[in-house]
């Protein structure tokens, strides 16, 4: 049996647990937990005038109700902006409780403490709170004409103005031989989660401490919120992630309202309280994701080669900027893509609209960005009658360019240089895949059955795991179990396998004894988070690290117990061993026994053991100085700046020229996210991304009306694409190593979902003949632009005769 | 997303349930597959005093198929009717609409009989209980009526049927000969509330020319209509009709709504795309069984 796993399809360990209902989520834990519900503004802009709880007073089962009278110190300010940045200029962020004025449908109000969750629903429902209407402002056009004020001292709306260039854009457009300047629109849509945010908390008080259970992205930072808002020591708190139904981005944020009022709760009523989120509250209180207005010129010679480009976006950043410019930044820095910009300016206006709040989605600004610059790619290619996989390969950086150096700052505050990556490479097999220079035959074929097919592709550089650090702690116990833990969590990517496979390979042991924590604050104390496809790159590397220390510390050892040179060494399947020299080994847990000089014989394992222990020599310590008991390391990994992942999707449309429904009948992926831990699990990323990727591009949406409120607030009209929506997906593998860590990984979590928009817009364009500026689309309303005289057709459509034209 | 309190009652029998839901007065429901009721629960947005559950009263749950036609009792699982071949044979647009119903985890426990009692005009066999000229089976303390379906709807969840009673069957009369149906929806997703569905009749006469065309729409109107298209195409022989006609005529007919899916517009296109669609459909299967 080989403990050599990177690299291997192992299956996923983490799933027969999870299939069989053997997880434990958020809502498993506490049954008899106190139930936490909230009263939430049905206003979308309002001042609350009156909270009267009176008629809800008599209700059995009624424990405790909360106002934003009952916060005091740390509490009664407003929420942390997370990240604060210099061109934030107007950060604005929510109270736990809404201390007067509410800027959103949703926004918590009251927090009702009862026996169980239907009981504090009866309160709620009973609390009569008076409010005083305000003017309501939706979307970012109605945001931009700042008719109205969402925060009555930001006038213009705008919360920042997020401005980067790399050169002077106007004279080099100016001097571009043709340029082109176009309008588009990309809507709302939401991460989803199959489990809503929750958490669970209980008061110890005879130790004065607190444990909190929450769904989240991040638990360390969350217990740091915790501590420092209810002014608690950081050792009296630990904060757990058990196992997360899926974040996708909405659970990094933090400290949430929920995860401070609940332990609030606990520690004032000395008892258990939990809430958990349902799925309306997940629609009107979370996070959404995605609205911007881009406004796009671009300069180009007569081969399509870009020569200037200049991006002037609106980004809807929702009522509040609790976690900074973030999805801004990184559309700013992201839309740059796979190409050579000779000049580039971008400006990002990120605008508080009445409409909950907006932090990263999977893809977390880079789906906008990819839209900006592959339709821009495609209108290139139509002004000039080009194929549109020939103007790409013509503006991508080739491979002898790297590093490569945007003279852009991204996201992290670090340089954009992009590692590594062959562009053109993906474009090639992208090409072969999805076939590319057959689309005209298969059109053809299309139209004898009434259909009209189009082709669409779009390609993406992602950059991937953003320090600052993440550590590994890897421990061999007597028994030959390895523990290893990470402070960062998991929502289900197989971070149990993958880091498992880490530590098999590194250490030679078998994938069977190790065991991997997550987000458990308990086991590891310092973490940034589950974001920004990092996981596999930050934590992946510190566990190696620390694999390697133990690795070097179990040679030390054994070396000499065995009285050889460590240098001959080897671990084989959890055997210290001399190489090449059959009989001179002993068990590596052994080694783990040896390694503590404290060794009552409780068990077999330190029995054995003394059969290998020496004397010490009288004149030295037992433990040595430096040097510490145990065979355990922990590690740390910190990259100078992010590593740059690339793909390219590609999408075949057919489209019933009758009803307008649109059908993605292929999907093509070439994904690079250099060396590659497990393949299975890369491609289920992709799987996922992609999925999410075909519903923002045609189904999602959130539907607000002028007075803010969500009207699809529910899986039935929030159209998530299920199984039957999501087509069939051929994926080919680059594999680029990045040279900034040991591994030579990159990030794969968000790449599937970053494409899909632009690459199912150039694909309906290329059917139908007529320009498509908003997304996403659906079957009515393509309808509508195929019978209005004004959408703009297409050239190619021109040139193409026939297609375009209404039957 | 739990529900107010209520009262839950689990009669044995019809009579029984009808006992409970007079002396529990107006806020009292009946709690069939739930698959309506328990959400709008959840929701907040329906709050009844008592859940009237007869899932355990005896002799509702079966599908009895003769010449005349099918009938459905209230018990009976969209599942259970999409694969009665009895029921198919007698009126095929039953499996063919029931296919259409949700996904099957819903169609196990929705019945075909609550989702009429429930009138909601995105449904499918309210639809087609018009379309095949269909009749309810009331329960009330004063006795058994039937009500014929165009008595019945009265509104988007409203019904004629007030006060304690329950709907226990639902009567789809046989297809006529030489006649040939079909059914066709578009919907957001698979198994979604069609945004736009059409179930069609067509009937021959002897010269296998067209005779009757009847249509019937999903999420158009706010009541289940049926539009007689005959005119467009009657005397027609039926290989060769002028279907599209027929579809024009619909969109002349109906006055759909526009909501957060489709619009009014979109629907109107729908009707006549399906409508032309179906009837070939149909007009197919009537030939056929002309032969
Ligand atoms: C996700 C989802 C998708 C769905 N998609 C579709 C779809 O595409 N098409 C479709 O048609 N339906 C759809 N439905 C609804 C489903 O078909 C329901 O089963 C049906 O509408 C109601 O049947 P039920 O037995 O569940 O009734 P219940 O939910 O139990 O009751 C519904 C209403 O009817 C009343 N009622 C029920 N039975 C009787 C009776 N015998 N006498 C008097 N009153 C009665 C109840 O009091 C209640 O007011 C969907 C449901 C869900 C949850």
Redesign the interface.
């Known amino acids: 049996m080989t403990t050599k796993l990177f690299g291997e399809p192992v299956r996923r360990r983490e799933d027969a647990r999870l299939i069989v209902g053997k997880g434990r989520y958020l809502d498993d834990i506490g049954s008899n937990a106190l139930a936490a519900a909230f009263v939430r503004s049905p206003h979308a802009h309002a001042r609350v005038v009156d909270i009267d709880v009176d008629g809800a007073l008599e209700v059995e089962g009624l424990v405790a109700i909360y106002t934003y009278e009952d916060l005091h110190g740390p509490m009664a300010e407003p929420l942390p902006v997370l990240i604060p940045h210099p061109q934030l200029h107007a950060p604005r962020t929510g109270y736990p409780l809404a201390n007067g004025e509410v800027n959103h449908v949703g926004e918590p109000v009251v927090m009702v403490v009862a026996t169980d969750?239907?009981v504090a629903?009866?309160v709620c429902?009973r609390i009569v709170v008076t409010y005083e209407e305000l003017p309501v402002v939706v979307g970012v056009d109605a945001a931009r004409s700042a008719t109205h004020a969402v925060h009555a001292e930001i006038p213009d709306n705008v919360a920042a103005r997020h401005h980067q260039e790399t050169g002077d854009v106007e004279p080099a457009l100016a001097a571009s031989p043709h340029t082109l300047s176009f309008t588009q629109y990309i809507e709302r849509s939401a991460c989803m989660p199959m489990e809503g945010k929750g958490v669970h908390a209980r008061w110890d008080d005879a130790d004065s401490s607190l444990r909190v259970y929450s769904s989240t992205q991040a638990s360390t930072s969350v217990r740091a919120a915790i501590a420092a808002k209810l002014e608690l020591s950081l050792d009296k708190v630990e904060v757990i992630a058990p196992d997360v139904g899926g974040g996708f981005g909405v659970k990094i944020n933090h400290p949430w309202p929920e995860e401070l009022m609940v332990p609030l709760a606990a520690i004032a009523l000395q008892a258990e309280v939990k809430w958990s989120e349902?799925?309306?509250e997940h629609f009107i209180s979370s996070a959404h994701e995605r609205q911007q207005r881009q406004e796009i010129t671009v300069g180009y010679d007569d081969d399509g080669r870009i020569t200037a480009l200049d991006v002037h976006i609106w980004h809807d950043n929702g009522a509040y900027t609790p976690y900074g410019i973030i999805v801004p930044i990184v559309t700013a820095t992201q839309l740059v893509g796979p190409y050579v910009l000779p000049v580039y300016r971008v400006i990002v206006e990120s605008v508080y609209t009445n409409t909950v709040i907006v932090t990263p989605y999977r893809g977390a600004g880079r789906p906008q960005g990819c839209y900006a610059m592959e339709r821009t790619m495609d209108r290139i290619a139509d002004a000039l009658g080009l194929d549109r996989a020939l103007v790409r390969e013509r503006n991508l950086i080739r491979p002898d360019q790297f590093p490569y150096d945007h003279h852009l700052t991204f996201q992290d505050g670090r340089p954009v240089i992009y590692d590594s990556g062959d562009y053109p490479g993906l474009l090639d097999k992208l090409k072969a895949l999805v076939g590319w220079s057959a689309a005209e035959e298969l059109r053809a074929a299309a139209a004898e059955r009434g259909k009209l097919l189009g082709v669409g592709m779009a390609m993406y550089v992602e950059g991937t795991g953003p320090g600052p650090y993440e550590g590994g702690h890897v421990q061999v116990l007597g028994s030959g179990k390895v523990l290893v833990s990470t402070g960062l969590t998991s929502q289900g990517q197989g971070h149990e396998t993958v880091f498992a496979q880490i530590v098999a390979s590194e250490l030679g042991v078998p994938i069977e004894d190790i065991e991997v924590t997550t987000g458990d604050t308990r086991r590891f104390g310092y973490a940034v988070g589950t974001f920004a496809s990092r996981a596999a790159v930050m934590s992946g590397n510190a566990i190696a690290l620390a694999a390697r220390g133990v690795r070097e510390k179990a040679l030390r050892i054994a070396a000499d117990v065995l009285e050889v040179d460590p240098g001959d060494l080897e671990i084989d399947n959890g055997v210290v061993q001399v190489k090449g020299t059959p009989g001179a080994s002993m068990p590596l847990r052994t080694v783990a026994v040896v390694s503590n000089p404290l060794r009552y014989a409780f068990d077999e394992a330190a029995k054995q053991a003394t059969q290998f222990a020496r004397p010490g020599s009288d004149d030295k310590p037992p433990v040595a100085v430096g040097d510490a008991p145990g065979l355990e390391h922990v590690d740390y990994y910190s990259p100078i700046r992010s590593t740059f992942a690339s793909g390219a999707h590609a999408a075949i449309v057919e489209i019933d020229p009758?009803?307008?429904?649109i059908d993605v009948v292929k999907y093509a992926v070439v994904h690079d996210c250099g060396n590659v831990v497990n393949p299975m699990i890369v491609e289920g990323q992709v799987h996922g991304g992609v999925a999410q990727g075909v519903g923002g591009a045609l189904?999602e949406r959130m539907?607000y009306d002028k007075d803010g409120q969500l009207?699809?607030a529910?899986f039935?009209?929030f159209?998530m694409?299920?199984a039957?929506?999501v087509p069939d997906i051929d994926i080919d593998h680059q594999q680029t190593p990045s040279p900034l860590n040991a591994l030579g990984i990159k990030g794969a979590g968000e790449a599937g979902v970053i494409p899909g928009t632009a690459a199912i817009a150039s694909a309906i364009e290329d059917a139908v003949g007529r320009r498509i500026a908003s997304m996403p689309i659906?079957?009515?309303e393509l309808?509508?632009l195929m019978r209005n005289d004004d959408s703009e057709l297409t050239a190619a459509c021109a040139r193409r005769s026939g297609t375009g034209a209404m039957a | 997303?739990?529900?107010?309190?209520f009262r839950y009652a689990d009669p044995g029998t019809l009579e029984e349930a009808i006992a409970v839901l007079s002396s529990e007065g107006a806020g009292a429901k009946v709690l069939a597959g739930g698959q309506s009721l328990l959400?709008l629960l959840s929701?907040?947005l329906a709050a009844p005093t008592t859940l009237v559950d007869i899932n355990r009263v005896p002799g509702l749950d079966t599908v009895e198929a003769t010449g005349d036609g099918v009938t459905v009792g209230a018990l009976v699982r969209h599942n259970a009717l999409l694969h009665d071949a009895a029921a198919a044979r007698v009126q095929p647009l039953l499996a063919r609409a029931t296919a259409n119903v949700a996904h099957p985890a819903i169609r196990n426990r929705g019945t075909t009989v609550g989702s009429i009692a429930h009138a909601d005009p995105s449904g499918e066999m309210t639809s087609v209980l018009a379309l095949t000229d269909g009749h309810v089976t009331v329960a009330t303390p004063s006795g058994v009526s039937t009500v014929e379906w165009r008595d019945f709807f009265v509104g988007p969840l409203e019904t004629s049927v007030h006060g304690p009673a329950v709907v226990t069957s639902a009567f789809f009369p046989a297809l006529p000969d030489r006649s040939g149906t079909a059914f066709a929806e578009?919907a957001?997703?698979?198994?979604?509330?069609a945004?736009c569905g059409a179930g069609v009749v067509v009937t021959l006469d002897a010269d296998r020319r067209v005779a009757a065309v009847r249509a019937s729409y999903v999420s158009v109107g706010l009541t289940p209509e049926v539009h007689d298209l005959t005119d467009a195409v009657v005397g027609q022989p039926a290989d060769s009709a002028d279907w599209a006609a027929a579809g024009a005529l619909a969109r002349t007919l109906v006055d759909p709504d526009t909501d957060?899916?489709?619009?009014a517009?979109?629907r109107r296109?729908?009707v006549g795309?399906l409508t032309e669609r179906t009837l070939v459909a149909a007009a197919a299967e009537a030939l056929g069984g002309t032969e």
């Open positions: 969750r239907y629903e009866d429902d349902d799925r309306r009758a009803t307008w429904e189904y539907v009207q699809n529910s039935m009209d159209l694409p299920y039957s929506e659906s079957p009515t309808y509508d | 997303m739990k529900p107010a309190p959400p929701m907040r578009v957001r997703r698979k198994g979604d509330y945004v957060i899916h489709a619009s517009d979109y296109l729908l795309v």
